[in-house]
């Protein structure tokens, strides 16, 4: 993540450290490695650390005798930074193109539970004004007592559902046995909050090839978000885009908190697209679509929205699930902020993809 | 907060509750004074208990011997509550309407440091569209050995820009006695976050009757926010404006987390304005901006933004503060989408309050 | 989880339900295949529903029209709860009794990284008073540039640890593909903390019968990991044990936050052991053995604890492992505590397990 | 908190930072009056901050053109911290000495209800084994409607609670109007958590002279804590005791979690005694005999422990309120940890001052 010679981590001395303790310090940077510099001040000895690829390095320097502290000073992800690549990834998912400035809308139900609830959704989001149908045909529960998906069931009428509208579909990847199977059927693989970081997942999701969304993990930090894409970008899939979808945090009156300040603050550090997922951020229909209109203002690329055509009996996520008509008022408002940003929705930029 | 008759409490039996049980839960809640129903079914006894203004009546009927759980059914605040009153509250200060379906813009520098760097800064932010004047006279600062405000000097600065820019201004009080000399120079009295539960201050700033701004703790629910500010209404003072100011959460890569569903939420639990303060929020200038034009499509009554002629000098809060430049980039952001919501900024819609 | 006939959620219904209301929510019922019980009040119905399994019932019908507000009043988990089996689980690992009333203690590094540091540091925590041998042979690691585990090859090293020692041997599994050679090698399972709520892993553990370790999940509460352990043993294996490893909060000085209280809590909520792990739990190797000494007079089931030749030179984890010198005084330490609660430490209890 | 000539930020320049924006960063080091010590090395130079005060300076150095970094290297406390005293502080209320090696035991109701009340509670815990007496006259409360205590007629049963028992006398202040009245009443002055960081109550309970313990705040960083323990030390007030009461977390469970880690790392970062507060640490009754025994063994100079005659009747905190009969259960256990740890109770150690 540094090129060669850039230090990432300076080791500030005690200004009672011995020569020896100094000593001891170079010696272990070198075994594992490392270049060093050292700056002999009049009060105390500072040592740069040169272009060292060890993310912990910190801590296990730390430890040592005679050091005061020892501080990272550059980030420890390097294919999903911007540093890196300076301009925007742009992934292209069957002529949707996320983040190439215009706002993308993903919308479905949280489980595809019917041929009929299925495609009478994929139809009406798509005349609402939705590019990408989603659907979760594998469903991580929190009780082994809930429903958990149609499984390969769900995968098919996800794909006859994009045959009758010519959406893509995304949809969850829970395990590395059923990576081959979504992959043949979905445009995008979803890796769930829960699964952020089962890096075996990400690295066998990114060997697809297929373009992968990442949500955040419930309580991940910024960074270690970043170095989870890392993991799939690092099998060579640059087709990673992440996807906010609230923290955990100790308020409770909405599901989760929405970080409305990461999507400014990841495009600034990397050059993934952003997907804000406002139905997970609050838990709660009637605060969806305004959180949704926050994101786009926000910057996002793209939203991703819960629709059911009678949430009342969705057999998961009702609470927060959007009908046909409230998902058309997200719509309405969003295209507002949308325009007002210069960053059209997707659907109104590319009217030709909205053809039945 | 409910009419009497109406339970807000209910207690649920044991189903192998003995009737003595029942009876001792009966007893003990007539002597609190409230009113009971009872249902029996065939399987459990369920209370519903009447009318009672208890906060924490569900805790102390949980413990009795016999009780399976005690659940509060309806809100603990009543006159910050929308039920109370349905329609919105609109508070004028000095002739701008916060709360009245405009954005009022609140700007100026952290800390009062002098009067240059107040002036200037005044009329800085007066002419790129801001209404009210922001700075700090008393400063709560972490340590003991940082920079605490100047005190009635600052007071008198904030009234001297008041006089020449014709803008109202806010400013915290700290501390009870203080509340009369801030009562007699500014606009309205601000609650900071550290202080959202000293109970004692919001009585005494509440009984001035100025308008009060009453920002959310670090870590406050919004249940408890709500309460606080109830503690104002109680004394009389209507005018009274909540402030998301980013709550305190595991992620440490902004300052706070800027929680931009409340806005909505609080939008529906209250008649209240609500003001967003972005600079607190994100801790960081270059996500000010962008956060603010999320907020004003959330939903905000208003922005409070800190402002500063040379933010690398700032004796507080530099690294979450605007230069001119930036604050007018703000603007006109922050413009465009109040006009994609048809809520415009209020020195749009009231453009003669503008005038120097 | 719950009897036929007992309730575990109750609908209130608004003061001014309609009985059109009324009824629509006890058709839904029904449909769900819920048995119902009205009670009809002065002021208002309450609905009492009987022997549901549909954890996200009150989620579901709080939306319908007339609702109030519904409330579940009993847990959502069976197997794990201590209703279900009010004497407490014991897991015998070759002849190691976990939940038995003695304090149990695994040790050993955080990662196998050669046969000597293994081999030395297995040796070393035997004599010191350990029962069972930690180290991870694959290594869920933050960054993709990070050691990730000496795989198979650590499996067969800590089985020659074992052959030398006689210790059990307890190593973590990350995917489904590992969990038949893991289950080979090893004596325990260990589900990790960025694993608690991978579920296809957790039944997959759970089918092997062998002991399994389930660490809570970083911001997991506590009835979400119960319910992770739900699905252990939901596959028919009892052998289940928790393990409290600290959670995220806002303090970042500690690594992570130890809970201390969920120890007798889960005691009280479940019959499974518990057990305390003090180096992931604080991060800092100077607070271990004060953690692990609170954990003992908490009441923990047993300890685990990162132990290593050389911390400085650890490839994961040295800032938080304890040199054997410092693991004898930790053992030394919880030895007194484990006495005075008249629990004693296993090896203590039983001294003929000891002899190598 | 740095002796003069030691640097306690390092600036870490840019690599291709220009000779004049290293110079600009040193002119604004000098203006600022801090001392610099530049290293220039082959790839980048480093400026050591010497001897500063400044406790935000990183932050204000950061914004600066061609800083890549700026980095704090200590801590920004100085009276509180073990580096400027390095023995404990023992306090002396009433000759029961506070961080001498005992674990002092503080009991009594949460609220000051009436004479009957507060009296039998005194002597009860008493005759268990307390030390000191608590007992809130004045209570702060999240809701206006909530009983917020007897005031004056509070302190003046304390007072004669006190003269009864013999037991030193804690009791809360919540605002500067009442410190002297508090003063004069009580033997150790309480800052509650809301009020951690009302610095200008902090400094006027400190001016008085007497004991101040100082509870941490419900999201306060240990260094905030002890940077707010600053403030009253500052006054020249020594007999600051902390007290750890539980932190806000995600997990709703229990009320607060009890952050046990931070007895021994305050211990070591600091001078001054921590007490531990298990019944607002987990709310639960049956939860606070275990968390304080756990307390102890994790190094606590003292509990403070809510006790209550009939807590099914307690107008705050029965929830958490122990009997009479579980709170000599809890002086049992706590008895045999302290023991363990050869820091007996004080009551056991200091027979004489039991003697009524």
């Not at 020569?19 to 490695?33: N, S, T, W």
């Not at 990834?89 to 539970?113: F, H, K, L």
């Not at 955990?248 to 990397?270: C, G, H, Q, Y």
Request: with cysteine; glycine share 8%; hydrophobic share 40%.
């Amino acid at each position: 993540m540094t090129s060669a010679g850039e230090a990432n981590v300076v080791v500030v001395m005690h200004t009672d450290a011995t020569p020896d303790e100094i000593g001891a310090v170079l010696v272990r940077l070198h075994e594992l490695g490392c270049g060093t510099e050292v700056s002999t001040g009049k009060e105390r000895t500072i040592i740069g650390v040169l272009g060292t690829a060890i993310p912990d390095l910190a801590a296990m320097i730390e430890t040592l005798p005679g050091v005061d502290s020892c501080v990272r000073i550059s980030k420890p992800f390097k294919l999903a930074s911007r540093d890196f690549r300076p301009l925007d990834t742009v992934i292209d998912v069957g002529g949707v193109r996320i983040g190439g400035g215009q706002v993308v809308t993903m919308a479905g139900p949280c489980s595809v539970e019917s041929e009929d609830q299925l495609l009478s959704t994929a139809h009406a989001v798509k005349k609402a004004g939705a590019d990408i149908l989603r659907g979760g045909a594998f469903k991580p529960r929190t009780s082994p007592y809930q429903f958990r998906g149609l499984g390969i069931e769900g995968l098919k009428l996800l794909a006859e559902a994009r045959s009758q509208t010519g959406m893509p579909v995304i949809t969850e990847v829970l395990t590395t046995e059923d990576v081959e199977d979504v992959a043949t059927y979905a445009d995008i693989l979803q890796i769930g909050a829960r699964n952020m970081q089962n890096f075996i997942l990400l690295e066998e999701a990114g060997r697809t090839g297929k373009p992968v969304l990442l949500k955040r993990g419930l309580s991940a930090r910024v960074e270690e978000w970043l170095l989870a894409a890392e993991y799939i970008l690092n099998t060579g899939n640059r087709n990673v885009m992440l996807c906010e979808r609230g923290i955990r945090t100790f308020e409770t009156v909405t599901r989760n908190t929405l970080d409305i300040a990461v999507i400014p603050l990841v495009k600034r550090m990397s050059h993934l697209p952003i997907i804000s997922d406002p139905s997970h951020g609050t838990g709660k229909w009637y605060l969806v679509p305004t959180a949704a209109a926050a994101s786009v203002a926000a910057g996002c690329d793209g939203l991703i929205i819960e629709v059911h055509p009678d949430p009342d009996r969705a057999l998961s996520d009702g609470p927060q699930s959007l009908t046909f008509e409230n998902f058309e008022a997200l719509m309405t408002q969003s295209r507002a902020f949308a325009n007002a940003a210069n960053r059209p929705l997707w659907s109104d930029y590319a009217p030709t993809r909205v053809a039945t």
